[in-house]
């Protein structure tokens, strides 16, 4: 068995399902792509469903090597933000169909649910140790944070799609990144906010009008006194 063959199938079949839709993408159309045989690829994967419970243990594999860790700074959670867009646009067919996928492949619905535990106990225990370390203000309810957890879940996962139909009608494009941040940003305490505020002048990607010009002394938040 070529174990490289069967990595550039899974990599094309990626790529075809990121250009087409996972739906119009068949076996010939990866075949004619890798310029092999059809008999050549169903020698590694017989039908379109094993080749999708191929690319999906690929995935499952990447993600569980992305490390993402509940210790970090501002400066961590947004590089875990970043990592986790890289990862969203390699495998944008997925996101774009996360609710569809789990009907047709029982294995990806269970895929689903340890990966979105994974990130709600993430995001939760992150906050806890934002509160701690003093870059997040007090809850002011209990539960506040574990909400704001399933807020950034529910975007991560499902934002894609979201994005894709807002690009529609909205003047001036939207990233995920930014609308990430705007949730945490109401709750964050000064030195927090100096924290983002520094990151801000690295990644233009998000929101920064909070915050002065680096070189000001009042550790870079508007309105500071």
């Known amino acids: 068995m ?3 063959l069967r990595d550039k199938i899974l990599e094309t079949s990626i790529e075809l399902f990121n250009k087409k839709g996972y739906a119009y993408v068949t ?9 092999i045989s059809p008999g050549n690829l169903t ?12 690319v999906m243990a690929m995935q499952y594999e990447e993600y569980q090597n992305l490390n993402f860790s509940a210790e970090v700074s501002i400066e961590g959670l947004n590089q875990q933000f970043l ?42 225990n992150i906050f806890k140790g934002f509160v701690n370390k003093g870059f997040m203000k007090e809850e002011l309810y209990a ?12 975007i991560n996962m499902y934002g894609t799609q979201e994005i894709i139909l807002l690009q529609k009608f909205l003047p001036n494009p939207k990233n995920i990144l930014s609308i990430l941040w705007s949730l945490i940003l109401p709750h964050l305490t000064k030195e927090g906010m100096a924290m983002y505020c520094r990151i801000t002048q ?17 550790g870079g938040l508007e309105g500071s006194t």
């Open 83 to 124: 990592i986790l867009n890289a990862f969203r646009k390699k495998y944008f067919f997925y996101f774009s169909s996360f609710t569809e996928l789990p009907k047709l492949y029982p294995e990806i619905a269970k895929m689903q649910i340890k990966v979105v535990n994974d990130f709600y106990t993430l995001f939760t």
């Open 27 to 35: 076996l010939r159309d990866i075949s004619d792509a890798l310029n």
């Open 143 to 154: 539960g506040q944070y574990e909400d704001l957890a399933i807020s950034l879940l529910s």
């Open 43 to 54: 020698y590694y994967f017989k039908k379109k469903h094993d080749l999708m419970i191929g």
């Open 202 to 218: 690295v990644d233009k990607t998000i929101p920064s009008k909070l915050c002065y010009k680096p070189d000001q002394s009042d």
């Open 2 to 4: 070529d174990i490289n």
